[in-house]
């Protein structure tokens, strides 16, 4: 796919983005029907944004462990071959045999890793032995190493010593693919969070009613531009 063309669909995106961003409130609206776990997802979440801003607790190494890792996942999920892992106290690098592709570029902007990972932990475990005692716990970690994956991310897309998204030859592209990427693994972790509460049918219905009104609106405006043109 050329530059141009992925720009374009882009453009094409960020509507649906704005869409999913919408309907983001009915999902607030049902988690609060759980208000207890609800309380300690968002404790965990909004004790991570604490450590992060307002003491010295450095998450680095953390982060670019998860970050070559997820790399790696998705290098081998790809069929590549890895050859080596490094990992230093401010960087860290993958090289693989073959060349790497667009998803295994930008893996770690799109995949929350301590969050997955957790995740499918807790729920292997839940096969083996009850752990159900532990919900609370398991739920505060999730809201952290949400908040933990969500702030890292925006800080290194931000940075101007980030190459991965130099790499893809694609900027706004990419971009545009991880925000909406973010969204879905996003919704999906609250589904398995809290699978009684959550409907991903219902979040879909609701975003492709946001999606028409927002193209409906965005031809009005266009058109009104149009005729002022003129």
Do not use: C, W
């Amino acid at each position: 796919m050329s530059i141009y063309l992925k720009n374009a669909v882009s453009v094409f995106l960020i509507p649906l983005i704005l869409a999913f961003l919408l309907s983001f409130s009915y999902i607030i609206s049902l988690l609060f029907k759980n208000r207890v776990e609800t309380f300690f997802l968002f404790s965990g979440f909004l004790f991570y944004l604490f450590l992060h801003f307002k003491t010295n607790f450095k998450a680095s190494r953390i982060y670019i462990i998860s970050h070559e890792l997820s790399h790696a996942f998705m290098g081998m999920l790809k069929g590549n071959k890895i050859n080596r892992i490094k990992i230093k106290k401010n960087s860290g690098y993958v090289s693989f045999r073959y060349k790497t592709d667009f998803l295994t570029t930008i893996a770690p902007y799109i995949l929350p890793f301590y969050a997955l990972l957790l995740i499918v932990l807790y729920f292997s475990l839940s096969f083996i032995t009850d752990i159900s005692k532990y919900r609370l716990i398991f739920i505060t970690l999730e809201g952290f190493f949400i908040a933990f994956h969500i702030v890292n991310t925006a800080y290194v897309m931000s940075s101007s010593l980030q190459s991965d998204f130099k790499k893809t030859r694609a900027i706004f592209f990419s971009y545009t693919v991880v925000f909406l990427s973010n969204i879905i693994f996003i919704v999906i972790l609250l589904k398995l969070l809290f699978p009684q509460e959550l409907s991903i049918f219902i979040f879909l219905k609701k975003s492709f009613f946001n999606l028409k009104i927002i193209i409906n609106k965005a031809g009005y405006f266009l058109g009104y531009l149009l005729q002022y043109a003129k």
